[in-house]
């Protein structure tokens, strides 16, 4: 479910940044200017596809206590720029007129189609690290992802962008956002709270001890029980809200520092 909230708010925040640029660029009559942004487009996926491949290869060169540290500083990083992205996206809520009167800018210059390829690169290529970046932090926590959860949250943000700028529909787009902001909140606090877990495995942060322990046995069959955090339910709960069976003091502090700092500056930007 995690992957699938934050592919759909990536992709929907390109086809968003994307269909305003195109309806911009229609508008004033530069078509040559929109061949050059769906240049950009296309160089920045795959670009970001190949960035992908990178990561991972990079990712896979690391063992033992290297590996622990890699994912450890990965998911801090992943969570302060979920983060990052929460509070920037309820605070700017004048996105439109901003990237307008940034393309208003690119085409006063010599070289206006290169400016506009660089303004949907930007765009397109930032969003793509960033999934990059969460769904590696999402696989290392969950142990897996799930492709078709995050092939329907691709779907629905593309089908969202073409129902508001092809068919002109009203979308309620300041609930999607707030729903899928308060859910990434607990989201990006699992992330950090894992990424302490794992430097507390590296040995980079001194472990103080479980603060409880309520992992139930594996049944007879050698499965795990519903609400063990690797049975489907607390699986679920993990992947969404950074649910733990038997969390650290720090990691609980992490986890609780992350969710109340985070769910304070949304509010206050909102």
């Not at 999934?131 to 897996?144: C, D, E, N, S």
């Not at 508001?164 to 300041?174: M, R, T």
């Amino acid at each position: 479910m995690a992957e699938f909230i934050i592919i759909f708010r990536e992709v929907l925040e390109a086809g968003l940044i994307i269909g305003i640029l195109y309806t911009y660029l229609n508008k004033v009559d530069q078509q040559s200017s929109i061949a050059r942004m769906w240049q950009g487009v296309l160089v920045a996926i795959v670009l970001s596809i190949i960035g992908s491949f990178l990561f991972q290869i990079l990712a896979g060169g690391f063992e033992g206590q290297a590996e622990k540290l890699f994912e450890g500083v990965v998911m801090i990083v992943a969570a302060v720029v979920l983060g990052s992205m929460i509070v920037w996206m309820a605070k700017n809520k004048n996105i439109a007129d901003d990237l307008k009167s940034q393309a208003s800018d690119a085409l006063s210059t010599a070289n206006a189609g290169w400016a506009i390829f660089s303004l949907a690169f930007i765009a397109v290529f930032r969003e793509g690290i960033e999934i990059i970046l969460f769904m590696y932090g999402l696989a290392a926590k969950q142990g897996a992802l799930s492709f078709l959860s995050s092939a329907l949250g691709a779907g629905l943000g593309l089908g969202v962008s073409y129902a508001i700028f092809v068919q002109g529909k009203k979308v309620p787009l300041k609930t999607f956002f707030n729903v899928s902001s308060a859910i990434l909140i607990f989201v990006a606090a699992g992330m950090m709270a894992y990424g302490v877990h794992e430097l507390e495995s590296a040995g980079v942060i001194p472990d103080y001890g479980r603060v409880w322990d309520i992992n139930p046995p594996k049944l007879a069959d050698g499965t795990y029980p519903l609400f063990h955090d690797k049975g489907y339910i607390g699986g679920l709960f993990k992947g969404l809200f950074g649910y733990n069976g038997d969390p650290s003091l720090v990691e609980l502090l992490s986890w609780l520092l992350t969710a109340g700092g985070l769910g304070y500056m949304w509010r206050k930007v909102s």
